[in-house]
């Protein structure tokens, strides 16, 4: 199933009709690296005059729902495959600069952010990370907090 599929069969399920603008918008987001609704709702117009303002924000809220976006970011963030020799991840702007990050430094700044945004309690530690990618089966990363 490839990502297209998934996210209407998951809209389906969420209780939406998948209508011929809903599948002009999921196109256009994963077509585009769009860094706004407005610079989504410009590009759909193109396609479908019909498609407002209103349907671009009423489906990314959809999508945010069922967790195939998350808009306070729209920069995308993908597990590469193209990094054989290490496992990591590669961030993409939205100018298109892209950081090659290997899977240690992911962990680090993962095993950070937890501690920094209070998630650990007193005397707890993380004893494994475990990365989902949309393209890629899950991984996980066991970490030592020791480290």
Known sequence: MNRKDEIIERLKENGCRITRQRK???????????????EIFYKASREDNRIGVATVYRMINALEEIGAINRKNMYKVECAEDLTDEEGCEIILEDSTVFRMPKEKLDQIVRDGVRKCGYLGKGKKISKIIYHSQEMPKRESGINENE
């Not at 002009?24 to 609704?37: F, G, M, R």
Request: charged share 20%.
């Open 24 to 38: 002009i918008l999921i196109d256009i987001i994963l077509e585009n690296n769009c860094a706004s609704c407005k």
